[in-house]
């Protein structure tokens, strides 16, 4: 993203931040004129310690000059995560990961990373890029989700799967949260490579295909590894409860391992291996 649409973006990432704060949980009288939900611009300048006037236009996306040390001050007056205090850096200070990548063509997945798939049987798993795009999938996620296989490579966009098939509305009790774990990952991207002037196309065209896109986006989170519990009601098999494990592949393409593991105490592996022995 050019400068303006990098600014554009910190500034409706401090407004979500600031909304969810409740005055009374940080020690301020809550009042009885506050038109919009959460902190004021004060508040949030007063427990960061800085000018009100310089908050301001900190968070009106002006090009001001910013220091970690009071970044990290604003980050604690917001009670950002960890995850969320490196999106906040990435997208103030201009820290990129230093890795500029065109990804004309999806990434390979190593003979080794391969044999992994293959061997978590009874736990569907999809491997993504740093686009949220699917590049491996096991069996068992192809039982659970969909055949993988019949999308064309260049549809296999995760984001994009959620709110265009109708089998990921259908599967998820509730499609919302289910969604919103993949946007946090999405959006830890962003922030991590705002040179790809990608991200900002995709979020357009999502915006303008999907009513409901904007709605989610605005109000996601920052995770680079959210761990879940997704209830599932899958047309065969009735309901499956799975823990999500996000894992980052290291190696020189920023990979993504993505395993759903039948909740313990459950009867969800035990339908998986039905699933698995109908094929």
């Known amino acids: 993203m050019n400068k303006e649409e990098r600014l554009g973006a910190l500034s409706a990432f401090l407004k979500s931040q600031r909304a969810k704060l409740l005055p009374q949980n940080m020690g301020l009288p809550a009042g009885t004129r506050r038109r919009t939900p959460g902190l004021r611009r004060e508040e ?11 908050y301001t236009w900190l968070e009106q996306g002006r090009d001001i000059k910013v220091s970690a040390s009071v970044l990290e001050n604003i980050a604690s007056a917001l009670q950002l995560t960890v995850d969320e205090r490196k999106y906040l850096t990435s997208l103030a200070l201009e820290a990129s990961s230093g890795i500029h990548l065109l990804q004309e063509e999806l990434p390979q997945i190593s003979p080794s990373l391969q044999k992994i798939l293959q061997e978590l049987k009874n736990c569907p798993t999809i491997i993504s890029d740093r686009r949220c795009t699917i590049v491996g999938w096991n069996e068992a996620a192809t039982r659970v989700f969909l055949d993988f296989e019949k999308i064309p490579p260049e549809q296999r966009n995760m984001i994009s799967l959620l709110f265009a098939r109708k089998e990921f509305r259908r599967l998820a009790v509730n499609w919302e949260d289910f969604v919103s774990g993949f946007l946090a990952i999405f959006r830890a991207y962003y922030g ?9 196309g995709f979020l357009a065209e999502m915006k303008l295909t999907y009513p409901e896109f904007n709605r989610l986006w605005e109000q996601s989170k920052v995770s680079s590894a959210p761990e879940v519990l997704i209830e599932f009601r899958h047309a065969k098999a009735g309901k499956m409860l799975f823990d999500l494990t996000s894992l980052q592949v290291h190696g020189s393409t920023d990979l993504r391992c993505s395993i759903y593991t039948p909740a313990q105490e459950s009867s969800t592996e035990m339908k998986l291996m039905q699933l698995m022995d109908r094929s």
């Open 44 to 54: 949030v300048a007063q427990l960061a310690g800085v000018s009100t006037t310089w």
């Open 192 to 200: 991590q490579y705002f040179e790809d002037e990608w991200y900002n």
